[in-house]
């Protein structure tokens, strides 16, 4: 069953703190190559019916994301569309 996925992230001009001590802590890590680093959040919906980006749309707006601060984008998925963190 398809989900649509909400990808919340700090808009560019605003100071992400999280963001920053990762950065910081990665040269510790032996990781030297990294410019930058934003931390942010993604929210699944699973709807009873089809999925709906509109609707998703409304929520991520009016619950999901502060819009004076954060960005959001809204995408559709497959159920088997997973990420591999560990390659």
Not at 22 to 41: F, H, K
């Amino acid at each position: 069953m398809p989900r649509v996925v909400v990808d919340v992230m700090l808009k560019p001009e605003i100071l992400d703190p999280q963001g920053q001590a990762v950065a910081n802590a990665l040269p510790r890590l032996g990781v030297s190559d990294v410019a930058s680093v934003r931390i942010g959040r993604r929210i699944e919906i699973e709807f009873t019916g089809e999925p709906d980006l509109d609707r998703a749309r409304e929520i991520a707006d009016k619950l999901l994301a502060n819009p004076v601060i954060e960005d959001f984008t809204v995408r559709l998925v497959e159920a088997d569309e997973t990420v591999d963190a560990h390659q």
